[in-house]
């Protein structure tokens, strides 16, 4: 049997990181797994702010075993910290551990600590290896990078439509554009999100719930934002009883600057934009949406006067389009979803 290679290992602990997905703001998803001699001894992960970091968790699970990790190596999704907050250094943890090896799977991004946990354990003569699965790494954590650099939330823009590019008849009927399993999709992103927005038209017309109800149990439901210049903040909790709601304008660019900051502060990280399409056109005209994901379903319901993808004045040539970077493609069901960013801060 060929030997397991770094990466087969920071892809293990990428999966231990995923299982806190959505539930660790403000602080990153970060997974750890501890092996000697090819074989896991331990794995870890950071379960929610406050808690022990994924080095730590590892480290405590591995003792609970009985296992001597002295000598061992250590993979980790995120450098590990090298300060005390909540929660001790986690370089003073793996050090006192007695580990050999680190191996990381990208930098803190944050230019106050970024190389600083490298430094510290090459300084206690650790051998560390940085930017195996690097990629994988940096886009679980993409909200977290993008506001622990710009102080705003990551803008994630998504999108349903049929083949034709078409988001809903034109009576405003778009239920369901998509299969369940596109569906699941969406609540994955809605667990990421601190907040969720649509504009007032979508309110009335589809009636959105714009809440994680995949499990039945979460706990971290995001904020609503109702994106209207009419309407009152009575009129929008008429639709959500739990008070859990709040009516914004973002009709310009300083008015969505000072939103994005506004959820920073609240140490929101993701900004989940669900529709409908002139709310996305003002958001990407206004140059705020990082991440797009559009669903595409099998389907054409034509029509000249059907409601288009993304709405907002007509562009006069095809170079005016924009393109994506790092795009991926995924099925879910019947459908395809497209994914890709518009700018990345990290």
């Not at 970060?30 to 968790?57: L, N, P, Q, W």
Request: glycine letters at 10%.
């Amino acid at each position: 049997m060929p030997e397991k290679s770094d990466n087969f290992f920071m892809r293990l602990a990428l999966g231990s990181a995923r299982k806190a997905w959505g539930m660790t703001a403000p602080n990153p998803m970060v997974g750890a797994v501890i092996v000697r001699d090819g074989k896991v001894i331990s794995t870890g992960y950071h379960h929610k702010a406050g808690t022990a970091h994924a080095e730590v968790d590892a480290l405590n699970n591995a003792a609970q075993s009985g296992a001597d990790v002295r000598g061992a190596t250590i993979y980790v999704t995120l450098e590990p910290c090298s300060t005390v907050g909540r929660t001790g250094a986690c370089t003073e943890a793996v050090i006192k551990a007695g580990l050999a090896r680190v191996v990381i799977g990208c930098l803190d991004p944050n230019p106050k600590h970024a190389g600083r946990g490298v430094e510290v354990l090459r300084n206690a003569g650790i051998e560390v290896m940085c930017g195996i699965e690097e990629e994988e790494c940096i886009e679980l954590n993409s909200a977290f990078f993008t506001w622990i650099t710009t102080g705003k939330p990551l803008v994630m823009l998504k999108m349903a439509s049929t083949l034709d590019g078409k988001s809903a008849a034109r009576n405003g009927d778009s239920f369901w554009i998509t299969g369940k399993e596109a569906r699941s999709r969406v609540q994955e992103l809605r667990r990421l999100a601190g907040a969720i927005m649509v504009g007032a038209s979508t309110l009335k017309t589809d009636h959105p719930r714009l809440n994680v109800r995949e499990p039945a149990d979460w706990q971290n439901q995001p904020l609503r934002l109702i994106a209207s210049n009419s309407m009152s903040q009575s009129e929008v909790e008429e639709f959500f009883p739990d008070g859990n709601v709040q009516v914004v304008r973002v009709n310009t660019v300083d008015e969505w600057e000072k939103l994005l900051i506004e959820l920073g502060r609240k140490n929101i990280m993701a900004l989940l934009i669900e529709g409908g399409s002139e709310l996305a056109a003002s958001a990407i005209r206004s140059g705020v949406v990082d991440y797009v994901e559009f669903h595409i379903a099998p389907r054409i319901l034509g029509g000249a006067g059907s409601r288009p993808t993304v709405g907002g004045a007509d562009p006069q040539k095809m170079c005016e389009a924009i393109d994506l970077k790092s795009v991926k493609t995924t099925v879910y069901g019947r459908d395809i979803a497209v994914s890709g960013y518009l700018k990345r801060s990290w």
